[in-house]
């Protein structure tokens, strides 16, 4: 069976050290990028199936390639992993078009059921947050 093929966008070295080891198994890591800048252009390049990024980089946040990417019409899943465990910022990732939202204080294996299911065609948000991000979604509070 083919390996997904996932693309990393961080610019803290050790932890896209980490993201690395984890995933070598399961999936081909293809890129891993600094900053958004070069996460648009790698990802128009290296055609993964995911990207894996933070929301937090330089000269472009997280935020701003997907919204880009996905004006481009790109069919690529994107999971954000980031330290922002607010509600509405999940909501807004989502709403701009990506398939996940995981924490980087999660486990890596919740990255890794984040990633099986976005692969699949299925949206994954952390549990952790993942009823007052629908909430908001759908106009509560």
Do not use: W
């Amino acid at each position: 069976m083919k390996k997904a093929r996932v693309l990393l966008a961080d610019d803290n070295d050790v932890l896209v050290g980490m993201l690395a080891d984890l995933l070598q198994d399961e999936y081909e890591l293809v890129g891993i990028s600094r900053d958004g800048r070069a996460l648009l252009q790698a990802a128009t390049e290296l055609r993964p199936d995911v990207i894996v990024t933070d929301i937090s980089m330089p000269i472009l946040s997280g935020l701003d390639v997907i919204r880009e990417l996905k004006q481009a019409g790109t069919t690529i899943k994107i999971i954000v992993l980031t330290g922002y465990q607010e509600p509405q910022l999940a909501a807004s990732a989502l709403r701009d078009g990506a398939s996940g939202y995981v924490l980087k204080h999660c486990a890596g294996d919740e990255l890794l059921a984040a990633l099986h299911e976005v692969v699949r065609g299925r949206p994954y948000v952390t549990p952790l947050i993942a009823k007052d991000a629908i909430l908001f979604m759908q106009g509560g509070s």
